[in-house]
């Protein structure tokens, strides 16, 4: 009944306030950081991390498998760290892997045509190298919370490797950190389809009993994230670890028969893709900057490479040697963006759901619902679930972390209230607020983290190459314990 009554006001605070004003300087203010400047940043960014590692992180992706499987863990040795290789990839897989490779792709494609498709997949390949930078500088430059426990992260980078006038820098990502990492995307979406899947068909809801179901939602999915983030990193990363892998094979199975009945009509939408994306006819209007924006803008939100959040699940690995968690972090876009966000793509392409009037999360269970009739929705469903459940589990620990680093981390369990309280909000309010927000808060978080990993580049190369020479030398040894 607490709980109830609290939701209930700060509902009704949110009613009182001008709603629209909120919403459209929030979209001003977004539409002004995802300028030219922030997508030259990423990219550019991105291409220079490419080059300037001279492509040999590239070599040496079997490498990073071995080190997921625990090849390369030394039971005997002493290590700086809370989690294994695998689940600090698990951990920031579970937070790219959400709802963004559902919901995500469905509105970069309404809003920027099949295009944006192609220019995710840029973001993807750059972002490659990005995160092999940025996670090895989070293992490089880990530093002391006020407890004294070693604590990874671009706020962490910041302090630890850049002189006292970038501090500010460390401040700004954490402010738009605790807020970018938010549950209201995925709690938003996750109501929408059980409420047109399970509760109330599109149409046919009134806005009452829309609001009751959307408020009874929220408050349980609160619940049930609160009962994981209380044991804070090292549980969150175990339910992670569990269920990430199991829903991605899952996802695999029903896209891939899905795709399988229209095989004939994938080719013809890789070619729509690459042909949109530099004349955004489909939908843009012919404006290519729209096309690369919305492709930059929804790519950033899937794989988060440049963010940095991706960083603060790599910083809590248990090793001393920067170069390895680069490695394993460089996979990330990969799975997510490059194999994961296509294969949504392809389905709502090959379905032609696209060209119709849904959005967001609708779109893509109509895609499903098209090929496997009676229980195509009811399969997304049971992905949404888990998908959104590993998100949010997610992103409390990247909030957290960004709120003891500004605040000390005896505050962090106010953050955990809030975010809990946030859940039950974010499954009542509009997702053009909601999308605008959270985009807001990635273009904020992606500057100071670009910054800084560009001006300590060079630390990360020479501590790459003699990592690999080590490597190639034979100096390290194999061990048969697999741990996760």
Not at 316 to 345: H, K, Q, S, W, Y
Request: some cysteine.
């Amino acid at each position: 009944m607490i709980v109830i009554s609290v939701v209930n006001l700060l509902i009704g605070v949110l009613h009182n306030f001008p709603m629209n004003q909120i919403e459209a300087a929030i979209a001003a203010y977004t539409s002004f950081m995802w300028g030219l400047p922030l997508v030259i940043l990423l990219v550019g960014g991105g291409l220079f991390f490419t080059f300037h590692s001279g492509l040999k992180h590239f070599r040496y992706f079997g490498h990073s498998v071995a080190l997921l499987k625990g090849k390369y863990n030394n039971p005997a040795e002493d290590v700086a760290g809370e989690i294994s290789h695998y689940s600090a990839l698990a951990t920031a897989l579970a937070g790219t892997m959400g709802l963004g490779n559902i919901t995500g792709v469905a509105i970069a494609i309404t809003v920027g045509g099949p295009g944006a498709v192609f220019w995710m997949w840029v973001t993807a390949i750059v972002g490659v190298s990005t995160k092999f930078y940025t996670a090895s500088l989070a293992i490089m430059y880990r530093g002391l919370d006020d407890t004294g426990k070693l604590q990874g992260g671009p706020m962490y980078v910041i302090r630890e490797g850049l002189d006292r006038k970038w501090m500010p820098l460390a401040w700004m990502f954490c402010i738009a950190g605790m807020v970018g990492v938010l549950p209201i995307f995925q709690i938003n979406q996750l109501v929408q389809i059980l409420r047109e899947v399970v509760a109330i068909p599109a149409g046919m809801a009134t806005a009452e009993s829309h609001f009751n179901f959307d408020l009874a939602v929220g408050i349980i999915v609160a619940l049930i994230i609160c009962s994981v983030v209380v044991g804070k990193v090292k549980r969150v990363s175990v339910v992670a670890g569990k269920l990430v892998p199991i829903m991605v094979l899952f996802y695999f199975l029903i896209t891939g028969a899905l795709l399988l009945t229209h095989l004939t009509e994938i080719p013809a939408m890789f070619v729509l893709i690459f042909t949109d994306a530099f004349s955004g006819e489909a939908v843009s209007g012919g404006v290519i900057g729209a096309v690369i924006l919305i492709g930059v803008q929804r790519g950033a939100f899937s794989n988060e490479a440049g963010i940095g959040t991706e960083s603060l699940a790599h910083g809590a690995a248990r090793t001393n040697e920067p170069t390895r968690e680069g490695l394993v972090a460089m996979i990330g876009p990969i799975a997510d963006t490059l194999v994961v966000c296509t294969f949504t793509a392809m389905a709502l392409l090959v379905t032609g759901v696209w060209q119709g009037d849904a959005t967001g999360i609708t779109m893509t269970t109509q895609a499903y619902e098209q090929v496997f009739p009676g229980f195509g929705a009811y399969l997304l469903l049971i992905m949404a679930i888990v998908l959104s459940t590993t998100t949010m589990l997610t992103y409390w620990y990247y909030g957290s972390k960004c709120m003891g680093f500004l605040f000390g981390t005896a505050r962090e369990k106010y953050y955990m209230w809030a975010y809990i309280l946030l859940i039950t909000v974010g499954a009542v309010v509009s997702l053009d607020l909601v999308i605008n927000l959270l985009d807001g808060m990635y273009a904020t978080m992606a500057i100071p983290t670009m910054i800084s990993s560009l001006l300590l580049a060079p630390k990360v190369k020479k501590v790459a190459t003699d990592y690999f020479s080590r490597l190639d030398a034979g100096e390290f040894d194999i061990f048969e314990n697999e741990s996760k």
